[in-house]
């Protein structure tokens, strides 16, 4: 099975940087996604990781650590725009998770002038 | 735009009815997903295919059908709904289900249902 773990709401001010945290306990871990959802639009792709580190992507970063099942989503330079909810995704690749990708409840982040 | 269509936007059914939501994606993928989405809930995976194939039937109640005439559209068909069901629906698709950096999951807008 799976279990994803991210925090509900976070809020955070316009030029600054926030961290968004994703913890995940699964049989067959075979890459973490971030995912951008605007209210009432499609989830966006940001960011995959499959080996431990960090993917840089402009204002966007995500880090991994496998050992400790742990992720982070970094957002630098906030803008308003941001303001949207984030979603941390794990690929299961054991025999029942069939690679399919399993989703967290999401992380809404507000962003305030 | 995603590449994603999924249509109707927003749906009201009774629990006696029966429609249909449609889905159809322009991007040549092979693979294609229903998802649900509640209210402070994770996206919960019901249906993929591949190749129009069904490969995953996530423990979904049999009054959701899926149907995929080929690899591009996709439809889930309900009937006897509950209010509990009531949620965005989710159409995604891939281009195969072994998702990879170069490989992800593009999502529809969503079809958002309410059954009264």
């Known amino acids: 099975g799976q279990n994803i773990d991210q925090p509900t709401e976070m809020t955070a001010t316009e030029g600054a940087i926030v961290q968004i945290n994703c913890t995940y306990q699964t049989s067959g871990f075979n890459g973490l996604f971030w995912y951008q959802q605007h209210a009432g639009e499609a989830p966006t792709f940001l960011s995959y990781?499959?080996?431990?580190g960090l993917e840089e992507k402009g204002r966007f970063s995500s880090f991994l650590s496998r050992s400790k099942g742990y992720s982070y989503l970094l957002l630098k330079e906030l803008q308003m725009k941001d303001s949207a909810s984030y979603l941390c995704a794990v690929r299961d690749g054991s025999q029942t998770g069939a690679n399919n990708l399993f989703f967290g409840t999401g992380t809404r982040l507000t962003v305030i002038p | 735009e995603t590449g994603v269509t999924q249509t109707p936007r927003h749906l009201v059914m009774g629990m006696t009815n029966k429609k249909s939501l449609k889905c159809e994606q322009h991007?040549?993928?092979?693979?294609m997903y229903w998802y649900k989405q509640s209210a402070k809930k994770p996206l919960e995976l019901m249906f993929v295919y591949n190749f129009k194939e069904q490969t995953e039937n996530n423990s979904v109640p049999s009054r959701f059908s899926p149907e995929c005439p080929n690899s591009s559209h996709l439809f889930l068909h309900l009937h006897t709904l509950q209010p509990e069901d009531s949620a965005l629906y989710l159409c995604a698709s891939s281009l195969d289900p072994r998702v990879s950096r170069g490989n992800t999951i593009y999502f529809g807008e969503g079809s958002w249902l309410t059954v009264v």
């Open positions: 990781n499959v080996l431990d």
């Open positions: 991007l040549g993928h092979n693979a």
